[in-house]
């Protein structure tokens, strides 16, 4: 899987949009672009992913670069349960037993 | 509400013994994961399982055993030979290969 990095940390006012970059320069053509986030002593939550076309649900849009080497995440209005920690993940969807591999991460801190 | 539930949320063993982790999920999936996460880290693999009465090794196996005898059921044991097993355990399920759904953990400290 390629490698991600990510801002260590950012900070975001509540009811501001948060935006986390991620860069991904190794992706390959079969890997998707996943987000995830991990609140304090909890699970992780599965945000969104992408292949190479923009998308947004309920949560996140998730805005991948022309030549996917980088993404961003967008939380619209951020809310102080937003603060957590942000992981960036590139893999190979729909094969069995890929791991997810999770690197450090973007702490994000909502403040009001 | 279709979730996955872990149990216990903490638990303490002591040296020398064996302890079982339960998952629990009903959301039908096929695929299940266990995870350790240590302290600022990332999550390491330790077993996984694609179908009922057939799992695989991760990536940090050792010391460590599970059974998948139901679709919805994928206990973790911590045995006496994980030499340093206070982490935080996360147990995940999926449909196949796609993103990947968890609990909310269990945290195990050696008394």
């Known amino acids: 899987d390629a490698k991600t990095t990510q801002p260590p940390s950012m900070d975001c006012a509540e009811g501001r949009a948060a935006n986390l970059p991620c860069n991904h320069s190794t992706i390959s053509g079969n890997e998707y672009v996943y987000w995830y986030r991990q609140i304090h002593s909890q699970g992780p939550q599965y945000i969104i992913h992408g292949l190479k076309n923009n998308e947004t649900n309920e949560m996140a849009s998730l805005i991948i670069t022309e030549d996917r080497k980088s993404s961003t995440l967008i939380l619209p209005h951020a809310t102080l349960r937003d603060t957590a920690v942000y992981y960036c993940i590139v893999r190979v969807a729909r094969e069995y037993g890929n791991k997810l591999v999770f690197g450090a991460g973007t702490i994000l801190r909502v403040k009001s | 509400d279709g979730g996955i539930t872990q149990s216990p949320k903490y638990l303490f063993r002591k040296e020398g013994q064996n302890v079982t982790l339960s998952c629990e999920q009903n959301l039908n999936h096929d695929a299940m994961y266990w995870y350790r996460q240590d302290p600022g880290q990332g999550l390491r693999l330790i077993y996984y399982s694609q179908i009922v009465n057939d799992f695989q090794k991760g990536d940090i196996a050792e010391g460590y055993s599970v059974s998948r005898e139901k679709k919805e059921s994928f206990p973790l044991t911590v045995t006496s030979a994980q030499k340093n097993p206070t982490a935080f355990y996360l147990c995940?399920?999926?449909?196949?290969?796609?993103?990947?759904?968890f609990g909310d953990g269990t945290r195990l400290s050696i008394l």
């Open positions: 995940a399920s999926s449909i196949g290969g796609t993103h990947q759904h």
